[in-house]
Structure formats: C-alpha cells, structure tokens
C-alpha cells in the first residue's frame, strides 16, 4: 500500500520467498548457473525453469500491491526489477521519513496498554533502521546525518510555515540544511524596503469638499 506498510510487505515477501527457497530471486537480475552445470549442457534448461519460477513470484509479487499502485509496477516483469522500484520509491523518501521522525518524538503510551506501546516503538525502530542502516561508508553517514537534522528542523517548524514544508517534502530533490536554513531565514527577514499605502478618503469628506468648491 505504499510507504504506509512498505517495510511490513518487504518482511512477508522475504519470509515466504526464504520458505519456498527461491529468495535469490529478489537479488539476482537472471539465473546463475554454475560451472558443472554449463559444462553439462544444462545451461538453457535451467535459465528457462528459473525464468518460468520468476514470472509465477512476478504475479505473485503484482497481486500484493495495492490495485492504485500497480500501474506503476507493471511495466516491470521480473521479480529482481519489481523489488528494486519498490525500494527506490519507498527507501529514499523523504516525505517517508518526515513521517517516521515525526511518530518518533510524539511516542507516547497515552491511553493504549504497555504491549501496544512497545509494538509501536518497535515498528519505527524498524522503520528508522530501514531508512538509515548502519554503515561504514564515511560520506553515506554524513548524508544520513544531513537528512536527519532536515527532517528535525522541517518537524519543529509551526503551522505556518506548512506550505514551506509540504513544498520540500513533495520536491525531487532534497535541500542541504544550509540550504534549508538560508530558505527559512530568508522567510523570516523583514521586507527590505516599506510598503506605504496610499491614503484612503472617505466618500463624505469628499462630497462636501466639492459642494463647498
């Protein structure tokens, strides 16, 4: 159903994938064929039952998408390309992630039971570790820390400055925090110059200075 439950779906898909043993499907782009097998002529026979099994989990992986989505997955025929355009849309949105830090400093037990709770803490801890994996690569932790301190500043600002905010979220590209603060900081400065208003006369006054005439 979209960003809403893409971490849910990519968690059922890979457990039934893992229980029918055909997992590399979401990971390979064609079938790998060892070397005894090539040797052996077996090369074409296995490549046509690996393209057949494919297209079955394609159908499979259509009909768990939402019928308004699908448009959008089905020009994309294999297992591997269905899979990739899933996590392109739904793993580097921004607008996604605004959600999860937004649920992540309004989390409060209220009224609900403590298990209920914790499942809601759980789920966007899984969300958040989706979104920004742990990782060694120096320049992809500055990028996620980048993306963090956005997000947070977009998340504090008041109402209205919503249409600012929809207007960053729903945009391709995605600002630096430099960028974000000259934008805000630009919105927050004075006009440069005053705005004088003409004088306005009041119908009456007017009347009478022309009978007076």
């Known amino acids: 159903m979209g960003s809403s439950n893409y971490l849910a779906w990519t968690s059922s898909v890979e457990l039934w ?9 979401l990971t390979n782009i064609a079938c ?6 090539k040797a052996s002529g077996e090369d074409a026979k296995a490549k046509a039952q690996w393209e057949k099994v494919d297209a079955q989990l394609c159908s ?5 998408i939402d019928s308004k989505l699908l448009p959008l997955f089905r020009p994309f025929q294999t297992c591997y390309s ?3 355009k899933a996590r392109a849309l739904y793993t580097n949105d ?3 992630f605004y959600d999860v830090i937004s649920r992540m400093t309004n989390l409060k037990k209220q009224e609900s039971d403590m298990s209920t709770y914790l499942g809601q803490v759980q789920a966007v801890m899984e969300e958040f570790e989706t979104l920004m994996p742990v990782t060694t690569d120096v320049q992809k932790q500055q990028e ?14 008041p109402t209205d400055h919503d249409s600012v905010r929809d207007q960053i979220l729903a945009s391709p590209t995605i600002p630096t925090v430099d960028e974000l603060f000259s934008r805000l900081l630009r919105l927050a400065a ?5 705005v004088v208003s003409s004088p306005t006369i009041d119908s009456s006054t007017l009347a009478s200075q022309t009978i007076e005439k």
């Open 82 to 84: 269905v899979w990739e």
């Open 32 to 37: 790998v064929v060892d070397k005894k097998a």
């Open 17 to 25: 994938c893992k229980g029918q043993g055909v997992q590399d499907h």
């Open 60 to 64: 499979l992986l259509w009909r768990s």
């Open 94 to 96: 921004i607008s996604r």
């Open 144 to 157: 996620h820390r980048q993306t963090l301190f956005l997000v947070l500043t977009l998340a504090g600002l």
């Open 190 to 194: 004075p006009p440069s110059h005053k």
